[in-house]
């Protein structure tokens, strides 16, 4: 299957900092991008939806100009946490759209102190 | 309205013992497709399976199978003779359109002690 990279695997930030997280597909080209956040014991919820040149969708009640994408190419999304808080720490994962499959990055788990 | 319904919350089961987790979802759409995944306390989601809404065979893979029933709507997995490594959460998924966009659901978390 197609290979996703996702980094960092973890990040531990200061409450009003900014966070990135990347995610890159290895081997293969894609226009359309998903990120999920799941919290501690919970299920994983889609939070946005982005398509290469063009911006992102948000779901019901994600917040777009705290969680900003960026879908700079075919190969890279970034996803950016703004001004995180403690309630931001939760487990990302970035989704890379396939036809057949959908292939998973590895999730970043983020903690906000 | 939740798409995909996985009643189980939490199995535990004695090494060798087989585990059936269920899976009911919901969708108007004609074509969908079906997933599972497990997910071990590192975090990432392991492919375990996809199924399309045309494609009623059911499954079966080393340890693993699966049954799927229209009529029921139904995706079902079964860990045959459970393995301490098998321990894990294990999530159902539907997508009702390419490229994938999953709904989850809750997850099923399974305990196998040796």
């Known amino acids: 299957g197609a290979v996703v990279s996702q980094h960092p695997s973890w990040v531990i930030c200061k409450s009003g900092t900014s966070v990135k997280i990347e995610c890159r597909s290895l081997?293969?080209?894609?226009?359309?991008m998903f990120w999920y956040r799941q919290f501690p014991k919970q299920s994983l919820m889609l939070m946005a939806t982005s398509n290469e040149g063009s911006k992102a969708t948000y779901e019901q009640g994600v917040e777009k100009d705290k969680f900003l994408i960026n879908h700079a190419s075919l190969t890279l999304s970034t996803l950016t946490v703004t001004s995180a808080h403690p309630e931001d720490s939760s487990f990302y994962i970035c989704?890379?759209?396939?036809?057949?499959?959908?292939?998973f990055g590895q999730g970043t788990r983020l903690t906000v102190v | 309205a939740q798409k995909v319904t996985q009643a189980q919350t939490e199995i535990s089961v004695v090494e060798k013992e087989d585990v059936t987790l269920d899976c009911v979802y919901e969708?108007?759409?004609?074509?969908?497709?079906l997933f599972w995944y497990k997910q071990p306390p590192s975090g990432e989601l392991v492919f375990l399976i996809r199924r399309n809404s045309f494609d009623e065979q059911n499954e079966i893979s080393g340890r693993y199978s699966w049954n799927f029933q229209k009529s029921t709507s139904s995706f079902n997995f079964t860990i045959t003779a459970s393995q301490v490594v098998d321990s894990a959460v294990y999530f159902c998924a539907l997508s009702e359109a390419s490229p994938h966009k999953l709904s989850f659901g809750a997850g099923t978390t399974v305990t196998v002690r040796a």
């Open positions: 989704s890379w759209g396939g036809y057949t499959e959908a292939f």
């Open positions: 081997d293969f080209q894609a226009t359309t």
């Open positions: 969708t108007r759409d004609t074509t969908y497709y």
